[in-house]
Every structure is written in structure tokens, then in C-alpha cells.
């Protein structure tokens, strides 16, 4: 009888050390599926900055296509403006000539 009660004294140190291991890692769990969130706040942060940098990357890139078109036009100009300059310093020069001549 002794020997039994020994056993359960013995059984019950066991029982409770099992259930202090069982808390701990019901605790654990809590602090990584805790800590999984916080990481899934923190990706869903970082992926809502890159495609906002990404929205910001692209309105850039219409912009400059759009000043590159704008310059593109003003070269065309101006290059059209210097071609009708140099007509009209070669027709000045001819008639001057002309009416020297």
C-alpha cells in the first residue's frame, strides 16, 4: 500500500510537470502565432509601399515620356524655324545680290 501511494505521489509530481510543460507551450504557440501576425501586418506594410512606389515609378515614367514628346516636338520646331531662317538668309543674300549685280 505504501508502495502506491509512493507510485501516486510519484504519478501526480509527473502529471503536473506534464501540465506545467503543456501551459508553456500553449504560451509558445501564443508568442508565434502572435509573432506571425505582427510578421503579416509588417509584409502587408511592405507590399503596400512597394506597389505605392511602383504607382509613383510609373507616374514618373509617363512623365518623362510625355516631356521626351514635348521636346521631341520643340526640336522638330525649331529645327523648322532654323531651316526657314537659313531660306530667308540665302534669299536676303540672292536679292541683295541681285540688286547689286
Known sequence: ???????????????????????????????????EQELRECLEDANSKIKQQEDTIRNMSTRIEEDNQMYDVMRSELETTNAQFDKYKKDSKDSSVRRRG
Open 1 to 35: 500500500l505504501e508502495h502506491m501511494k509512493e507510485q501516486e505521489k510519484a504519478l501526480q509530481v509527473d502529471l503536473a510537470r506534464a501540465e506545467e510543460e503543456v501551459s508553456d507551450q500553449k504560451s509558445e504557440i501564443g508568442d508565434v502565432r502572435t509573432k
